[in-house]
């Protein structure tokens, strides 16, 4: 042992000696280094050192080698050796590994048995360190080996991990697109389900709306071939109605023309037929308002053939009467006749002076009311007529050129002169002064504006007859049409035509010509039936407009008549009243006071006369009153009591509104001692504005 401790204490010292602090280097053969370097340089330990020292001594002295060698290694390592804390212990299995990597390490570096030419303690040491290098190396390569397994491990277990997470996220998908797809399957099925009870419910309606439809058609078209039947039905009566009422009409008037020839000789007849004459008439206009309304598309009811029946029974008991009459007069006349003789004869027999009593003959006075207007009235008619022809007789080279120039002066004439009447409302004083001092100055033959150019009559020789005969057709056509529809409007139009009539007294004259022909009342004129003239030309005469054989219905009639009747009564009682002529009116109520009295001293028309003297007094009433007084009232009350009596006696049974009216506003009047003024008369006020 001693010799162990000495051998220690040797290597210590060579350990601490300059050689001993060299470094080895094994690989020095591997490097290319110069053999010779080796002998210059310290003293190298062999590979084989551990495995030779181990050999040459004992048991003994390999375990207290291996004891002494603990210390050395443990010093040579120092600083080198890794700290336990970093590396962690491998496991047994690596740990038999690594013994396994030792022995076979040592198994290859184990040469055969040589000996060496070094020291065994060199050899020894040398070994040592080898070995120390081995362990070192083995240890480092399975902490390395165990780093990267463990790292392996790490990387396989996030592996694993994220793989088993993305597993249970696409699950989670899965399973919510299925519940996604089971909620949207149930929803589609719901909506289906609700959408086929909606289509089922929608087919129920539709089938019970197309019963109900098919229900409701059938019955339409049963109602309408019963309608239909009924109404072929009606046509067929009404046909057979017509018929009856054309022969009672012709007999009527075959029986009115009986009259005729009587009534031109009523000398030699001795009697005055007028009364019959005049009865006559009115039942054939009975009997013809009645053709006219079922002329204008109405049905014939069989209250209007009762009345046209009862007209005739009444016309044959007329003539029956007449003829009797004749032949009573004519009876006396043939008494007397044979008196006369007898009484000569006995005159002559007994030859004294008595002279014979005369013939006692009856009255000849006018026995009932006028058909016609008197003879002052006809005179002022005809005088009116003639005006009229003569200044559309002076305009016809006028109305018929064919000359382009002359038909263009001719429409802005028309134009000029018309349209500004069209254009007469009551909307302020200042409108219905512009648009007369555009007509008057027309007339006056100034320059005027109209479309964007100057019209005059000076332009055609017969430029102001046109005018005049225009503006004053124009005047009775906004009576016939606009004051029919609005009776306020009369009085702004019969304003300017006054004023226009005041200044230009031929355009009243052809006015009143122009009015006398589409209402021959406001004359008034009751024109009679002529032999041998046109029925339609006679309804014309009678102011009914009549296009290709068929005559206007009676309501529109009684509408025009009432327009142009109201506007000539507004004319009367309105004056221009910036006009310069301090004279008296143009056509005062003079006029209209005769216009009253001669309508009351003919016989009434059914319709027309109630109508009339209704639209005239409402609208001259107040002026009569004011003017005539206890007279206008006397002429009233005989209105009342004479001569309704004789408008009902020839008024039918659909008649009675205009009759109602008259009677309902006379016993007002009456009753309140007061025409009240007119709607539409334009007061004192109104010329402020």
């Given at each position: ?406 038909k263009k002066i001719k429409m802005d004439l028309q134009k000029t002169a018309t349209i500004p009447v069209g254009q007469i409302s009551s909307v302020a ?128 009639f009684l509408k025009r008549m009432s327009g142009m009747v109201r506007l000539y009564a507004a004319i009367i009682v309105s004056r221009w009243p910036y ?43 107040h002026a009569l009153m004011l003017k005539y007084q206890n007279q206008f009232w006397k002429m009233i009350r005989l209105i009342m009591n004479e001569y ?46």
């Amino acid at each position: 042992m001693p010799a162990e401790d000495k051998r220690w204490e040797t290597l210590q010292a060579l350990r601490n000696s300059k050689k001993g602090r060299l470094t080895y280097d094994t690989s020095w053969l591997e490097d290319g280094e110069d053999i010779l370097e080796q002998c210059q340089s310290s003293p190298k330990l062999s590979v084989t050192s551990a495995w030779v020292l181990d050999h040459m001594s004992g048991p003994d002295t390999q375990s207290n080698a291996t004891e002494n060698l603990t210390p050395l290694v443990k010093c040579l390592v120092g600083n080198d050796q890794l700290p336990e804390k970093s590396v962690p212990s491998p496991d047994p299995r690596t740990e038999e590994e690594n013994n396994n990597n030792v022995q076979q390490l040592v198994e290859e570096l184990t040469p055969e048995r040589a000996f060496l030419l070094l020291s065994p303690e060199a050899t020894q040491i040398e070994g040592y360190v080898k070995m120390y290098e081995t362990v070192h190396k083995i240890k480092g390569q399975a902490e390395l080996k165990h780093r990267q397994e463990l790292q392996q491990k790490i990387v396989h277990d996030l592996s694993t991990s994220s793989t088993e997470q993305m597993k249970r996220f696409e699950e989670s998908l899965e399973l919510k697109q299925r519940q996604e797809y089971e909620e949207m399957r149930d929803m589609m099925e719901k909506g289906s389900l609700e959408a086929r009870g909606r289509q089922e419910k929608l087919k129920e309606e539709h089938r019970r709306k197309a019963k109900n439809m098919n229900l409701k058609l059938r019955e339409a078209e049963q109602q309408r071939l019963r309608q239909k039947e009924l109404e072929h039905q009606r046509q067929a009566e009404s046909r057979d109605r017509l018929r009856k009422l054309n022969a009672i009409q012709a007999e009527v008037l075959h029986l009115n023309m009986q009259i005729e020839p009587y009534l031109k000789q009523k000398d030699l007849v001795g009697l005055d037929l007028s009364e019959y004459s005049n009865r006559g008439n009115q039942l054939c206009s009975l009997v013809s308002g009645v053709i006219k309304l079922t002329s204008e598309g109405g049905l014939l009811q069989q209250e209007d053939m009762l009345n046209a029946e009862r007209a005739l029974l009444e016309m044959r008991t007329l003539i029956a009467t007449m003829h009797e009459k004749i032949a009573a007069v004519a009876a006396d006349k043939k008494r007397i006749k044979e008196e006369e003789e007898k009484a000569l004869q006995k005159k002559q027999e007994v030859k004294t002076e008595i002279a014979p009593p005369a013939p006692q003959q009856k009255p000849t006075h006018k026995e009932g009311l006028q058909l016609k207007a008197d003879s002052s009235t006809l005179q002022w008619y005809h005088r009116l007529q003639d005006i009229c022809n003569q200044c559309a007789a002076s305009i016809n080279d006028l109305n018929n050129s064919k000359d382009s120039k002359v038909k263009k002066i001719k429409m802005d004439l028309q134009k000029t002169a018309t349209i500004p009447v069209g254009q007469i409302s009551s909307v302020a004083a200042s409108h219905l002064r512009e648009i007369f001092d555009k007509i008057n100055n027309l007339l006056l033959g100034k320059q005027i504006s109209s479309g964007g150019k100057m019209v005059s009559i000076a332009q055609h020789p017969q430029g102001q007859e046109f005018v005049y005969y225009k503006l004053a057709e124009k005047f009775v056509k906004q009576g016939e049409e606009e004051v029919a529809s609005h009776h306020e409007a009369a009085f702004p139009i019969a304003v300017v035509a006054s004023g226009i009539w005041e200044s230009h007294p031929k355009v009243g004259d052809i006015f009143l010509a122009h009015l006398h022909r589409k209402c021959p009342y406001a004359v008034p004129f009751f024109p009679s039936w002529k032999d041998g003239l046109p029925k339609e030309e006679y309804q014309r005469l009678l102011g009914y407009r009549v296009q290709e054989n068929c005559v206007e219905q009676q309501d529109n009639f009684l509408k025009r008549m009432s327009g142009m009747v109201r506007l000539y009564a507004a004319i009367i009682v309105s004056r221009w009243p910036y006009g310069t002529k301090q004279g008296e009116h143009p056509h005062d109520l003079n006029h209209a006071w005769h216009w009253l009295a001669q309508m009351l001293n003919m016989e009434p028309l059914a319709d027309v006369t109630a109508t009339l003297l209704f639209d005239f007094l409402e609208v001259c009433g107040h002026a009569l009153m004011l003017k005539y007084q206890n007279q206008f009232w006397k002429m009233i009350r005989l209105i009342m009591n004479e001569y309704f009596p004789r408008i009902e006696a020839v008024t039918g049974s659909g008649q009675v509104g205009a009759l109602i009216r008259l009677r309902q506003f006379l016993e007002k009047c009456l009753k309140q001692k007061d025409f009240p003024l007119p709607k539409g008369y334009l007061k004192p006020a109104f010329w402020k504005s």
